[in-house]
């Protein structure tokens, strides 16, 4: 089946720091989306990116379809941005089921 | 986008029983699925929740153990039966339009087995 690999996978910044997670995979996509997850568990999408780059304030995200891989910058990181990161795959030969990486947890530090 | 709501948020059981989640989610979706994220793990999808019929389980996963239902394009349950520690987990439900469209997550539910 399909490889989802994300890196690092642990991470602790200091405030105002910038950081970059990775997501490898081994297989055509038809999706793919970051999450973080909070402490209280609650996943945030943050992109639906199969491929291009995006941005949304102080994250974005590149996904490069034809190398298989994304990833996720954060700039200027702030205490809460500390979570886990998730990136998930939806297969093109799949329908709507998401393949999830094992995560990078994250810790900003004050 | 989609709003998903569960009930409950969270809670402890005693072995042996069973608890029901309910997945209600604010607009129509073709897609409902439901995910377990074990502790300090990732999600792994328990199934697929098929309006009207069914759902389709994942390896692993049987319907005895987990039964789903989806009456209508909005709301879905997943029962967590005969219920061991070892179920101790977030269950998480989503939604969506279908291949390769965004999925939606709702908030999950915290359970606990003693």
């Known amino acids: 089946g399909i490889q989802v690999e994300q890196s690092p996978p642990d991470l602790i910044l200091q405030e105002g720091a910038n950081s970059t997670l990775r997501c490898n995979f081994s297989?055509?996509?038809?999706?793919l989306q970051w999450f973080h997850q909070n402490p209280w568990g609650q996943l945030i999408n943050l992109f639906y990116?199969?491929?291009g780059t995006k941005q949304n304030g102080r994250l974005s995200a590149t996904t490069v379809a034809t190398e298989r891989y994304s990833l996720l910058y954060i700039s200027s990181s702030q205490t809460t941005d500390s979570g886990v990161y998730f990136c998930?795959?939806?297969?093109?030969?799949?329908?709507?089921?998401?393949?999830f990486g094992q995560g990078t947890t994250l810790q900003v530090k004050p | 986008s989609a709003v998903i709501s569960q009930k409950p948020s969270r809670d402890i059981c005693q072995r042996g029983t069973s608890l029901t989640i309910q997945c209600q989610v604010d607009?129509?979706?073709?897609?409902m699925f439901w995910y377990r994220q074990q502790p300090g793990q990732s999600l792994t999808l328990i199934a697929t929740?098929?309006?009207?019929?069914?759902?389709?389980?994942e390896s692993g996963f049987v319907i005895d153990k987990f039964p789903i239902s989806r009456p209508n394009l909005t709301f879905s349950t997943l029962t967590v039966s005969n219920m061991s520690p070892e179920d101790s987990s977030i269950y998480l439900c989503?939604?969506?339009?279908?291949?390769?469209?965004?999925?939606?997550f709702g908030p999950g539910t915290r359970l606990t087995v003693l």
């Open positions: 998930a795959l939806d297969l093109r030969s799949n329908t709507g089921k998401l393949i």
């Open positions: 297989d055509s996509v038809n999706n």
């Open positions: 990116i199969p491929s």
């Open positions: 607009s129509q979706v073709t897609m």
């Open positions: 929740a098929n309006q009207g019929s069914e759902a389709t389980y």
């Open positions: 989503s939604g969506g339009g279908g291949r390769g469209d965004t999925q939606y």
